[in-house]
Protein backbone atom coordinates (compact mmCIF):
# COMPACT_ATOMS: atom_id res chain seq x y z
CA UNK A 1 0.00 0.00 0.00
CA UNK A 2 1.51 3.46 -1.12
CA UNK A 3 1.19 6.37 1.05
CA UNK A 4 1.52 9.39 -1.55
CA UNK A 5 0.34 12.77 -0.60
CA UNK A 6 0.38 12.00 3.36
CA UNK A 7 2.48 13.68 6.33
CA UNK A 8 3.18 11.39 9.20
CA UNK A 9 5.21 12.38 12.38
CA UNK A 10 6.98 9.03 13.74
CA UNK A 11 8.43 9.94 17.34
CA UNK A 12 11.43 7.34 17.96
CA UNK A 13 11.84 7.75 14.66
CA UNK A 14 15.59 7.86 14.40
CA UNK A 15 16.53 4.49 15.39
CA UNK A 16 15.10 1.08 16.28
CA UNK A 17 11.64 -0.15 14.75
CA UNK A 18 10.81 3.80 14.74
CA UNK A 19 13.74 4.05 12.25
CA UNK A 20 12.82 1.72 10.20
CA UNK A 21 9.27 3.28 10.06
CA UNK A 22 10.36 5.96 8.90
CA UNK A 23 12.69 4.83 6.51
CA UNK A 24 9.54 2.52 5.08
CA UNK A 25 6.55 5.76 5.07
CA UNK A 26 9.57 7.39 3.27
CA UNK A 27 9.93 4.57 0.54
CA UNK A 28 6.44 3.82 0.35
CA UNK A 29 5.89 8.41 -1.23
CA UNK A 30 5.25 9.66 2.78
CA UNK A 31 6.39 12.79 3.69
CA UNK A 32 7.95 12.05 7.45
CA UNK A 33 8.72 14.34 10.65
CA UNK A 34 10.80 12.10 12.55
CA UNK A 35 11.42 13.09 15.96
CA UNK A 36 14.16 11.36 18.63
CA UNK A 37 16.68 12.25 21.16
CA UNK A 38 19.31 11.27 19.00
CA UNK A 39 20.80 13.89 16.92
CA UNK A 40 23.27 11.56 15.63
CA UNK A 41 20.94 9.28 14.06
CA UNK A 42 18.19 11.74 13.33
CA UNK A 43 21.24 13.58 11.11
CA UNK A 44 21.62 10.10 9.64
CA UNK A 45 18.70 9.75 8.57
CA UNK A 46 17.87 13.02 7.02
CA UNK A 47 21.27 12.48 4.97
CA UNK A 48 19.58 9.65 3.45
CA UNK A 49 15.89 11.25 3.08
CA UNK A 50 16.99 14.51 1.93
CA UNK A 51 13.86 16.92 1.47
CA UNK A 52 10.90 14.41 2.35
CA UNK A 53 12.01 14.18 6.03
CA UNK A 54 12.27 17.01 8.74
CA UNK A 55 14.26 15.75 11.71
CA UNK A 56 13.27 17.58 15.18
CA UNK A 57 15.73 17.14 18.16
CA UNK A 58 13.83 17.06 21.37
CA UNK A 59 11.98 14.82 23.95
CA UNK A 60 8.84 13.85 23.52
CA UNK A 61 8.27 13.78 27.28
CA UNK A 62 8.16 17.39 26.66
CA UNK A 63 4.94 19.46 25.39
CA UNK A 64 7.17 21.85 23.11
CA UNK A 65 8.39 18.79 21.43
CA UNK A 66 5.12 17.80 20.14
CA UNK A 67 4.54 21.07 19.15
CA UNK A 68 7.11 21.62 16.80
CA UNK A 69 6.72 18.29 15.39
CA UNK A 70 3.35 19.66 14.80
CA UNK A 71 4.63 22.97 13.45
CA UNK A 72 7.43 20.83 10.91
CA UNK A 73 4.76 18.80 9.41
CA UNK A 74 2.66 22.20 8.73
CA UNK A 75 5.66 24.42 7.60
CA UNK A 76 7.82 21.73 5.41
CA UNK A 77 4.77 19.78 3.92
CA UNK A 78 1.32 21.91 4.26
CA UNK A 79 -0.56 19.39 7.03
CA UNK A 80 -1.06 16.26 8.82
CA UNK A 81 -2.39 13.15 8.37
CA UNK A 82 -0.92 10.48 10.72
CA UNK A 83 0.89 10.24 13.74
CA UNK A 84 2.78 7.10 15.53
CA UNK A 85 3.91 7.14 18.99
CA UNK A 86 6.29 4.68 19.00
CA UNK A 87 9.17 6.36 21.11
CA UNK A 88 9.02 5.12 25.22
CA UNK A 89 12.00 4.95 27.28
CA UNK A 90 11.44 2.38 30.38
CA UNK A 91 13.74 0.69 33.33
CA UNK A 92 13.00 -2.82 34.34
CA UNK A 93 13.22 -4.13 37.81
CA UNK A 94 10.91 -6.25 40.45
CA UNK A 95 8.05 -3.99 41.54
CA UNK A 96 9.77 -3.20 45.11
CA UNK A 97 12.54 -1.95 43.41
CA UNK A 98 11.27 0.80 41.05
CA UNK A 99 11.91 3.81 42.21
CA UNK A 100 9.71 7.20 41.41
CA UNK A 101 12.25 7.90 38.64
CA UNK A 102 11.50 4.67 37.06
CA UNK A 103 7.57 5.37 36.59
CA UNK A 104 8.37 9.19 35.63
CA UNK A 105 10.55 7.73 32.98
CA UNK A 106 8.12 5.04 31.28
CA UNK A 107 4.78 7.13 32.20
CA UNK A 108 6.19 10.73 30.84
CA UNK A 109 7.60 8.96 27.31
CA UNK A 110 5.11 6.43 27.08
CA UNK A 111 1.65 7.29 28.06
CA UNK A 112 2.40 11.34 28.81
CA UNK A 113 4.01 11.62 25.18
CA UNK A 114 1.66 9.58 23.49
CA UNK A 115 -1.17 11.86 25.09
CA UNK A 116 0.38 15.21 23.83
CA UNK A 117 1.19 14.42 20.46
CA UNK A 118 -2.33 13.35 20.30
CA UNK A 119 -3.82 16.01 21.45
CA UNK A 120 -1.10 18.41 19.73
CA UNK A 121 -2.03 16.36 16.29
CA UNK A 122 -5.64 16.69 16.42
CA UNK A 123 -6.64 20.34 15.31
CA UNK A 124 -4.84 19.36 12.26
CA UNK A 125 -6.42 16.16 11.56
CA UNK A 126 -10.32 16.81 12.84
CA UNK A 127 -11.58 17.89 9.37
CA UNK A 128 -9.58 15.77 7.12
CA UNK A 129 -8.85 12.68 9.21
CA UNK A 130 -6.36 10.64 10.08
CA UNK A 131 -4.43 7.58 11.04
CA UNK A 132 -2.83 7.71 14.92
CA UNK A 133 -0.62 4.03 15.50
CA UNK A 134 0.24 4.00 19.21
CA UNK A 135 2.61 1.43 20.73
CA UNK A 136 1.55 -1.42 23.10
CA UNK A 137 3.75 -4.57 24.40
CA UNK A 138 3.04 -8.24 24.44
CA UNK A 139 4.87 -8.10 27.84
CA UNK A 140 2.18 -5.82 29.36
CA UNK A 141 -0.59 -7.68 28.08
CA UNK A 142 0.64 -11.11 29.88
CA UNK A 143 2.06 -9.81 32.68
CA UNK A 144 6.16 -10.00 32.10
CA UNK A 145 8.17 -9.88 35.79
CA UNK A 146 10.29 -6.37 35.98
CA UNK A 147 7.87 -4.51 33.61
CA UNK A 148 5.48 -3.32 35.94
CA UNK A 149 6.47 0.88 35.15
CA UNK A 150 6.75 0.06 31.38
CA UNK A 151 3.60 -2.57 31.20
CA UNK A 152 1.27 -0.04 33.19
CA UNK A 153 2.05 2.72 30.78
CA UNK A 154 1.31 0.40 27.56
CA UNK A 155 -1.84 -1.04 29.08
CA UNK A 156 -2.73 3.06 30.09
CA UNK A 157 -1.91 4.14 25.99
CA UNK A 158 -4.39 0.99 25.08
CA UNK A 159 -6.94 2.52 27.03
CA UNK A 160 -6.45 5.92 25.89
CA UNK A 161 -6.43 4.22 22.30
CA UNK A 162 -9.49 2.58 22.05
CA UNK A 163 -11.31 5.65 23.87
CA UNK A 164 -10.47 7.54 21.35
CA UNK A 165 -10.75 5.67 18.37
CA UNK A 166 -14.53 5.98 19.88
CA UNK A 167 -14.67 9.89 20.54
CA UNK A 168 -12.57 10.75 17.49
CA UNK A 169 -14.17 8.38 15.10
CA UNK A 170 -16.70 11.25 13.87
CA UNK A 171 -13.96 13.11 12.54
CA UNK A 172 -12.83 9.93 10.48
CA UNK A 173 -9.70 9.67 12.86
CA UNK A 174 -8.63 6.35 13.07
CA UNK A 175 -6.49 4.99 16.13
CA UNK A 176 -5.00 2.00 16.48
CA UNK A 177 -2.19 0.00 18.29
CA UNK A 178 0.64 -2.40 17.13
CA UNK A 179 2.07 -4.53 19.41
CA UNK A 180 5.56 -5.66 17.95
CA UNK A 181 8.52 -7.86 18.46
CA UNK A 182 11.92 -6.92 17.11
CA UNK A 183 15.34 -7.42 17.40
CA UNK A 184 16.55 -4.02 17.97
CA UNK A 185 19.77 -2.55 20.00
CA UNK A 186 17.29 -2.34 23.08
CA UNK A 187 16.08 -5.21 22.57
CA UNK A 188 19.74 -6.90 22.27
CA UNK A 189 20.59 -4.61 25.48
CA UNK A 190 17.74 -6.67 27.72
CA UNK A 191 18.26 -9.84 26.13
CA UNK A 192 22.00 -9.23 27.69
CA UNK A 193 20.88 -8.01 31.01
CA UNK A 194 18.31 -10.45 31.57
CA UNK A 195 19.41 -13.64 28.79
CA UNK A 196 17.05 -16.28 30.95
CA UNK A 197 14.09 -14.24 30.35
CA UNK A 198 15.31 -13.77 26.51
CA UNK A 199 15.45 -17.39 25.62
CA UNK A 200 12.19 -18.02 27.34
CA UNK A 201 10.49 -15.32 25.21
CA UNK A 202 12.07 -16.64 21.90
CA UNK A 203 11.05 -20.24 23.33
CA UNK A 204 6.99 -18.37 23.05
CA UNK A 205 7.66 -17.23 19.38
CA UNK A 206 5.61 -19.87 17.10
CA UNK A 207 7.48 -18.24 14.42
CA UNK A 208 10.46 -19.13 15.31
CA UNK A 209 12.31 -15.79 15.64
CA UNK A 210 12.25 -12.47 17.04
CA UNK A 211 11.39 -9.90 14.30
CA UNK A 212 12.52 -7.80 11.76
CA UNK A 213 11.56 -4.23 12.17
CA UNK A 214 12.11 -2.87 8.77
CA UNK A 215 10.25 -6.17 7.03
CA UNK A 216 8.18 -7.24 9.49
CA UNK A 217 7.00 -4.52 11.99
CA UNK A 218 7.07 -1.47 9.83
CA UNK A 219 5.18 -2.80 6.69
CA UNK A 220 1.93 -3.51 9.86
CA UNK A 221 2.13 0.06 10.70
CA UNK A 222 2.30 1.94 6.76
CA UNK A 223 -0.74 -0.55 6.89
CA UNK A 224 -2.36 1.21 9.22
CA UNK A 225 -1.39 4.72 7.71
CA UNK A 226 -2.68 3.48 4.53
CA UNK A 227 -6.03 3.96 3.20
CA UNK A 228 -6.23 -0.20 2.89
CA UNK A 229 -7.07 0.29 6.52
CA UNK A 230 -9.57 3.02 6.21
CA UNK A 231 -12.18 0.40 8.11
CA UNK A 232 -9.93 -0.44 10.93
CA UNK A 233 -10.04 1.39 14.27
CA UNK A 234 -9.73 0.82 17.52
CA UNK A 235 -7.56 -2.20 17.24
CA UNK A 236 -4.85 -4.10 19.00
CA UNK A 237 -2.47 -5.55 16.13
CA UNK A 238 -0.15 -8.27 16.95
CA UNK A 239 3.36 -8.08 14.59
CA UNK A 240 5.13 -10.45 17.05
CA UNK A 241 5.25 -14.00 15.23
CA UNK A 242 2.24 -15.21 17.55
CA UNK A 243 4.03 -14.54 20.69
CA UNK A 244 0.95 -13.52 22.36
CA UNK A 245 -2.42 -13.79 20.93
CA UNK A 246 -4.65 -10.97 21.43
CA UNK A 247 -5.98 -9.99 24.86
N1 LIG B 1 11.53 -4.15 20.21
C1 LIG B 1 10.55 -4.92 20.64
O1 LIG B 1 10.57 -6.14 20.51
C2 LIG B 1 9.36 -4.32 21.30
C3 LIG B 1 8.43 -5.15 21.94
C4 LIG B 1 7.30 -4.59 22.47
C5 LIG B 1 7.07 -3.24 22.33
N2 LIG B 1 8.00 -2.44 21.72
C6 LIG B 1 7.73 -1.03 21.60
O2 LIG B 1 8.06 -0.60 20.28
C7 LIG B 1 8.54 0.76 20.32
C8 LIG B 1 9.91 0.89 19.72
O3 LIG B 1 10.77 0.00 20.38
P1 LIG B 1 12.32 -0.11 20.02
O4 LIG B 1 12.69 -1.49 20.48
O5 LIG B 1 12.57 0.30 18.63
O6 LIG B 1 12.96 0.94 21.02
P2 LIG B 1 14.46 1.54 20.99
O7 LIG B 1 14.75 1.82 22.40
O8 LIG B 1 15.37 0.66 20.21
O9 LIG B 1 14.28 2.86 20.13
C9 LIG B 1 13.49 3.88 20.55
C10 LIG B 1 13.82 5.17 19.79
O10 LIG B 1 13.19 6.18 20.56
C11 LIG B 1 14.16 7.18 20.90
N3 LIG B 1 13.80 7.73 22.20
C12 LIG B 1 13.92 7.15 23.41
N4 LIG B 1 13.49 7.99 24.37
C13 LIG B 1 13.10 9.12 23.74
C14 LIG B 1 12.58 10.36 24.20
N5 LIG B 1 12.36 10.60 25.49
N6 LIG B 1 12.31 11.32 23.28
C15 LIG B 1 12.54 11.10 21.96
N7 LIG B 1 13.03 9.94 21.48
C16 LIG B 1 13.30 8.97 22.36
C17 LIG B 1 15.50 6.48 20.90
O11 LIG B 1 16.56 7.43 20.70
C18 LIG B 1 15.32 5.51 19.75
O12 LIG B 1 15.66 6.12 18.51
C19 LIG B 1 8.46 1.18 21.79
O13 LIG B 1 7.21 1.77 22.06
C20 LIG B 1 8.56 -0.15 22.52
O14 LIG B 1 8.04 -0.09 23.81
C21 LIG B 1 9.15 -2.95 21.22
Known sequence: MQLEGKVIIVTGGASGIGGAISRVLLRRGAKVVAVDLNAEAG????????????????????????????????????????LVNNAHASRQAPFTDLDQAAWDLSFNTGFLATRQFMLAAYPHLKDNGGSIVNFGSGSAMVGQPTQAAYASAKEAIRGLSRVTANEWAANNIRVNVVSPMALTDGVKAWSQAFPDLYEQSLTKVPLGRFGDPETDVAPVVAFLLSDDAKYVTGQTLMADGGANKLY
Open 43 to 82: AKLKEEAGDSLAFIAGDVSKQETADAAVAAAVENFGGLNG
